[in-house]
Structure formats: structure tokens, C-alpha cells
């Protein structure tokens, strides 16, 4: 059964920074794109970053020059530093694969792969 597991999250005021963890239970990362989303209430989920198995990265523009996606495989774990938080980060933030995500026709908080770690940012 695929089991991800989120954890870095927290309370923060604006400027300030977080780093996410997600680790695999089940499987592994190694070869697998994977990327991190967010949903806010009320908000779409949103795609925030992606990095490919091959180390290529993506960034949403609301992201950019913010957040710094990586992976250590030999840890089997995803992150996503995060700077400069805005109160429009507030989110919850979940890890997927990327194509597993567009498969599964739910949005972020209806995957149930993982808890999601909550982000907030206050002003």
C-alpha cells in the first residue's frame, strides 16, 4: 500500500522559512518523479514543485525564487525548503507522484496517501 509521510510543517510569520520532509512507505522514490502540491480551504490544489528522477525541476511562479525543491535517494526522501513565506503560502502541503496524482482524478486533500503537513504563515 503506498504511504507517504509528510512532516516539517508549522507556524510562521511572513519572511519566514520551513523545510518539508516526505519519505515513501512501501515503495521507494528511487526513479519516480515526484512533487510537492498544496491546498488551501476553499483554493484548487495547486502544484508547487517537481523534481524529475533525473534531478530537472519545476516551480510554480507564485514558488519561484522561494522554494528550492530536492531529493536525497540514498535517504529515499523528498524536500522542499521554503523562504521568504507569505501569508499566501498557508496551505496544506502533500508530496505525490506526479503522474500517480493525474491517475487518481482527485485532488490533493481526497488522495489519502498522506497526512499533508499544514503550513501557515501569518502576517
Known amino acids: 500500500q503506498v504511504q507517504l509521510v509528510e512532516s516539517g510543517g508549522g507556524s510562521v510569520q511572513a519572511g519566514g522559512s520551513l523545510n518539508l520532509s516526505c519519505r515513501p512507505s512501501?515503495?521507494?522514490?528511487?526513479?519516480?518523479?515526484m512533487a510537492w502540491y498544496r491546498q488551501a480551504p476553499g483554493h484548487e490544489c495547486e502544484l508547487v514543485a517537481r523534481?524529475?528522477?533525473?534531478?530537472?525541476?519545476y516551480y510554480a511562479d507564485s514558488v519561484k525564487g522561494r522554494f528550492t525543491i530536492s531529493r536525497d535517494n540514498a535517504k529515499d526522501t523528498i524536500y522542499l525548503q521554503m523562504v521568504s513565506l507569505k501569508p499566501e503560502d498557508t496551505a496544506m502541503y502533500y508530496c505525490a507522484s506526479p503522474d500517480q496524482a493525474a491517475r487518481s482524478g482527485r485532488t490533493c486533500n481526497e488522495w489519502g496517501w498522506g497526512q499533508g503537513t499544514q503550513v501557515t504563515v501569518s502576517s
Open positions: 512501501g515503495f521507494t522514490f528511487d526513479g519516480i518523479d
Open positions: 523534481i524529475r528522477a533525473d534531478g530537472d525541476v
